[in-house]
């Protein structure tokens, strides 16, 4: 039913930045929860940052002052801009949505992106 489109990701080195972009398409208007996973190899998804309404936001523990999220509800789009990048901060980064629920740690998105892998390495 909705189509989440992520795009920005690719490789820079330590100390680099990058800006991820995740667009939602078709059945559903408005998306007013939207969030930024990543996925280490043979790991879960991990929630990096989330946005719901009215704009609030949370981030996880060890990409605080580094990341931020925001959206532009008139595109339903997210973004992640994630400055001061390092080594750890390399996974896949999945793009996730849901029309009525928060999204938190131990929470499951109803839609998610494909993922887009960010690689950070000398």
């Known amino acids: 039913q909705v189509q989440l489109v992520e795009s920005g990701g690719g490789a820079v080195q330590p100390g680099g930045s990058l800006r991820l972009s995740c667009a939602a398409s078709?059945?559903?208007?408005?998306?007013?929860?939207m969030g930024w996973y990543r996925q280490y190899p043979g790991k879960q998804r991990d929630l990096v940052a989330a946005?719901?309404?009215?704009?609030?936001?949370s981030y996880a523990d060890s990409v605080k002052g580094r990341f931020t999220i925001s959206r532009d509800s008139a595109k339903n789009t997210v973004h992640l801009q994630m400055n001061n990048l390092k080594r750890e901060d390399t996974a896949v980064y999945y793009c996730a949505a849901d029309p009525f629920f928060p999204i938190k740690s131990g929470s499951y998105p109803a839609y998610w992106g494909q993922g887009t892998q960010v690689t950070v390495s000398s």
């Open positions: 946005i719901i309404t009215g704009g609030s936001t």
């Open positions: 078709g059945s559903i208007y408005s998306i007013n929860n």
